[in-house]
Protein backbone atom coordinates (compact mmCIF):
# COMPACT_ATOMS: atom_id res chain seq x y z
CA UNK A 1 0.00 0.00 0.00
CA UNK A 2 1.73 3.88 -1.36
CA UNK A 3 2.02 5.83 1.73
CA UNK A 4 0.69 9.17 1.83
CA UNK A 5 3.19 11.99 2.66
CA UNK A 6 3.00 15.26 4.21
CA UNK A 7 5.37 17.99 3.89
CA UNK A 8 8.79 17.91 5.06
CA UNK A 9 7.78 13.61 5.53
CA UNK A 10 10.44 11.47 3.88
CA UNK A 11 10.27 7.50 3.52
CA UNK A 12 12.85 4.88 2.28
CA UNK A 13 12.35 2.81 -0.97
CA UNK A 14 12.55 -0.48 0.00
CA UNK A 15 14.54 -2.42 -2.07
CA UNK A 16 13.23 -5.56 -0.25
CA UNK A 17 9.70 -5.07 -1.33
CA UNK A 18 10.14 -3.27 -4.35
CA UNK A 19 11.69 -3.23 -7.49
CA UNK A 20 14.10 -0.11 -7.86
CA UNK A 21 15.56 -0.86 -11.42
CA UNK A 22 12.79 1.46 -13.45
CA UNK A 23 11.03 4.02 -10.80
CA UNK A 24 8.43 6.37 -12.50
CA UNK A 25 8.36 9.81 -10.43
CA UNK A 26 4.66 11.13 -11.85
CA UNK A 27 3.29 14.54 -11.34
CA UNK A 28 -0.28 15.63 -12.09
CA UNK A 29 -2.67 18.02 -12.02
CA UNK A 30 -6.01 19.73 -12.54
CA UNK A 31 -6.34 23.08 -13.56
CA UNK A 32 -9.24 24.91 -12.16
CA UNK A 33 -11.61 26.66 -14.07
CA UNK A 34 -12.11 30.61 -13.94
CA UNK A 35 -15.34 32.18 -13.19
CA UNK A 36 -16.11 33.93 -16.73
CA UNK A 37 -18.37 37.48 -17.38
CA UNK A 38 -21.36 37.26 -19.17
CA UNK A 39 -20.11 39.23 -22.30
CA UNK A 40 -16.74 36.64 -22.44
CA UNK A 41 -19.17 33.29 -22.30
CA UNK A 42 -21.72 34.74 -24.86
CA UNK A 43 -18.98 35.70 -26.99
CA UNK A 44 -16.85 31.98 -26.76
CA UNK A 45 -14.19 33.78 -25.32
CA UNK A 46 -12.61 31.09 -22.83
CA UNK A 47 -9.68 30.84 -20.53
CA UNK A 48 -5.85 30.56 -21.68
CA UNK A 49 -4.57 26.68 -21.02
CA UNK A 50 -2.37 26.65 -18.18
CA UNK A 51 0.85 24.51 -19.64
CA UNK A 52 2.69 22.70 -16.65
CA UNK A 53 6.41 21.45 -16.93
CA UNK A 54 7.87 18.82 -14.73
CA UNK A 55 11.96 19.42 -14.57
CA UNK A 56 14.31 17.37 -12.73
CA UNK A 57 17.72 18.61 -11.01
CA UNK A 58 20.19 15.48 -11.38
CA UNK A 59 22.66 16.94 -8.50
CA UNK A 60 25.77 15.91 -6.48
CA UNK A 61 26.30 15.11 -2.75
CA UNK A 62 26.54 18.67 -2.17
CA UNK A 63 22.98 19.32 -4.10
CA UNK A 64 25.23 20.63 -6.84
CA UNK A 65 24.73 20.42 -10.43
CA UNK A 66 28.25 19.81 -12.15
CA UNK A 67 27.12 19.09 -15.93
CA UNK A 68 24.82 22.25 -17.90
CA UNK A 69 25.58 21.01 -21.07
CA UNK A 70 25.68 22.81 -24.37
CA UNK A 71 22.72 25.63 -23.40
CA UNK A 72 21.39 22.50 -21.08
CA UNK A 73 21.85 20.15 -23.99
CA UNK A 74 22.75 16.57 -23.01
CA UNK A 75 23.37 18.13 -19.33
CA UNK A 76 22.06 17.14 -15.86
CA UNK A 77 18.71 19.44 -16.01
CA UNK A 78 15.61 17.50 -17.16
CA UNK A 79 13.32 19.34 -18.95
CA UNK A 80 11.19 19.58 -22.23
CA UNK A 81 14.13 20.73 -23.88
CA UNK A 82 16.19 17.97 -23.02
CA UNK A 83 14.63 14.52 -22.41
CA UNK A 84 16.68 12.43 -21.31
CA UNK A 85 19.61 12.74 -19.25
CA UNK A 86 23.39 11.85 -21.09
CA UNK A 87 23.59 8.62 -18.73
CA UNK A 88 20.86 6.98 -20.23
CA UNK A 89 19.26 6.44 -16.52
CA UNK A 90 16.66 9.44 -16.47
CA UNK A 91 13.85 10.03 -19.40
CA UNK A 92 11.08 12.90 -19.23
CA UNK A 93 8.51 11.32 -20.86
CA UNK A 94 7.41 14.82 -22.74
CA UNK A 95 6.39 17.70 -22.06
CA UNK A 96 1.54 17.76 -21.79
CA UNK A 97 0.75 21.02 -23.04
CA UNK A 98 -3.22 20.45 -21.72
CA UNK A 99 -2.53 18.90 -17.95
CA UNK A 100 -5.49 16.35 -16.71
CA UNK A 101 -7.60 15.15 -14.50
CA UNK A 102 -5.40 15.35 -11.27
CA UNK A 103 -6.16 11.23 -11.07
CA UNK A 104 -3.17 10.21 -13.62
CA UNK A 105 0.25 11.49 -14.13
CA UNK A 106 -0.01 14.49 -16.61
CA UNK A 107 3.79 14.23 -17.06
CA UNK A 108 5.96 11.39 -15.85
CA UNK A 109 10.39 11.11 -15.40
CA UNK A 110 11.54 7.73 -15.19
CA UNK A 111 15.13 7.06 -13.21
CA UNK A 112 16.69 3.97 -13.17
CA UNK A 113 17.97 4.28 -9.51
CA UNK A 114 19.75 1.23 -9.22
CA UNK A 115 21.86 1.71 -12.29
CA UNK A 116 22.47 5.58 -11.37
CA UNK A 117 26.39 6.43 -11.15
CA UNK A 118 27.18 7.21 -7.40
CA UNK A 119 28.34 10.36 -8.62
CA UNK A 120 24.79 11.26 -8.50
CA UNK A 121 23.36 11.49 -5.00
CA UNK A 122 20.04 13.62 -5.28
CA UNK A 123 17.42 14.16 -7.71
CA UNK A 124 15.17 17.41 -7.34
CA UNK A 125 11.57 17.57 -8.89
CA UNK A 126 9.95 20.93 -9.93
CA UNK A 127 6.94 21.99 -11.71
CA UNK A 128 6.42 25.46 -13.56
CA UNK A 129 3.91 27.06 -15.34
CA UNK A 130 5.06 27.73 -18.63
CA UNK A 131 4.49 32.24 -18.98
CA UNK A 132 3.08 32.19 -16.05
CA UNK A 133 3.22 35.72 -15.08
CA UNK A 134 2.37 36.84 -18.44
CA UNK A 135 -0.92 34.71 -18.48
CA UNK A 136 -1.47 35.85 -14.92
CA UNK A 137 -1.66 31.83 -14.04
CA UNK A 138 -0.53 30.47 -10.65
CA UNK A 139 -0.76 27.22 -8.71
CA UNK A 140 -3.64 28.65 -6.47
CA UNK A 141 -5.27 27.86 -9.21
CA UNK A 142 -3.69 24.38 -9.63
CA UNK A 143 -6.12 21.74 -7.44
CA UNK A 144 -5.68 18.12 -7.11
CA UNK A 145 -1.75 18.26 -7.80
CA UNK A 146 0.85 15.56 -6.90
CA UNK A 147 4.05 13.53 -6.85
CA UNK A 148 4.08 9.65 -6.95
CA UNK A 149 7.01 7.30 -6.91
CA UNK A 150 5.74 4.05 -9.24
CA UNK A 151 8.35 1.08 -8.95
CA UNK A 152 9.13 -1.08 -12.34
CA UNK A 153 5.94 -3.36 -11.62
CA UNK A 154 3.76 -0.49 -11.71
CA UNK A 155 3.15 -0.28 -7.18
CA UNK A 156 2.92 2.83 -6.19
CA UNK A 157 5.53 3.17 -3.36
CA UNK A 158 4.56 6.77 -1.87
CA UNK A 159 2.30 9.71 -2.96
CA UNK A 160 2.91 13.39 -2.31
CA UNK A 161 -0.64 15.60 -2.42
CA UNK A 162 0.12 19.61 -2.54
CA UNK A 163 -1.90 21.16 -0.24
CA UNK A 164 -5.24 23.28 -1.61
CA UNK A 165 -4.74 26.43 0.31
CA UNK A 166 -3.61 30.41 -0.44
CA UNK A 167 -0.06 29.91 0.03
CA UNK A 168 0.17 28.80 -3.46
CA UNK A 169 -1.83 31.77 -4.39
CA UNK A 170 0.76 33.94 -7.29
CA UNK A 171 3.54 31.17 -6.80
CA UNK A 172 4.40 30.00 -10.32
CA UNK A 173 7.07 27.32 -9.54
CA UNK A 174 6.72 23.94 -6.84
CA UNK A 175 9.35 21.88 -5.59
CA UNK A 176 7.46 19.10 -5.40
CA UNK A 177 10.20 16.45 -3.87
CA UNK A 178 13.42 14.61 -4.22
CA UNK A 179 14.79 11.34 -4.19
CA UNK A 180 18.51 10.91 -2.46
CA UNK A 181 21.07 8.23 -1.94
CA UNK A 182 21.23 7.01 1.92
CA UNK A 183 24.33 4.80 2.14
CA UNK A 184 22.95 1.99 -0.19
CA UNK A 185 19.57 2.91 -0.36
CA UNK A 186 17.12 5.49 -1.51
CA UNK A 187 14.91 7.84 0.53
CA UNK A 188 12.07 10.12 -1.19
CA UNK A 189 11.16 13.38 0.38
CA UNK A 190 8.25 15.47 -0.13
CA UNK A 191 9.01 19.36 -0.27
CA UNK A 192 6.26 21.67 -1.23
CA UNK A 193 8.53 24.85 -1.59
CA UNK A 194 6.45 27.49 -3.45
CA UNK A 195 8.22 30.61 -5.53
CA UNK A 196 6.83 33.40 -7.50
CA UNK A 197 9.41 33.08 -10.30
CA UNK A 198 7.82 31.21 -13.75
CA UNK A 199 11.28 30.29 -14.77
CA UNK A 200 13.01 27.78 -13.22
CA UNK A 201 16.10 29.12 -14.36
CA UNK A 202 16.34 30.67 -11.74
CA UNK A 203 15.75 27.84 -9.10
CA UNK A 204 18.53 26.12 -10.59
CA UNK A 205 20.89 29.30 -10.13
CA UNK A 206 21.28 28.12 -6.52
CA UNK A 207 22.15 24.40 -7.22
CA UNK A 208 25.14 25.44 -9.26
CA UNK A 209 28.63 27.14 -8.53
Given at each position: ?12 LEKSTHDL ?5 GLGWKIAEKP ?174
Amino acid sequence: MAINLKKGQTINLEKSTHDLSSVTFGLGWKIAEKPQGFFKKLLGGGQEECDLDAIAFVMDVDGKVRNLGDGLKESDVIFYGNLRHPSGCIVHTGDNLEGGSGVEDDEQIKIKLESLDERYQRILFLVTIYEGIKKNQHFGEVKGAFMRAVDANGKEMARFNLDQDNSYDNMRTVVFGEVYRHGSDWKFRAIGDSFQTDQFLEILRKHVD
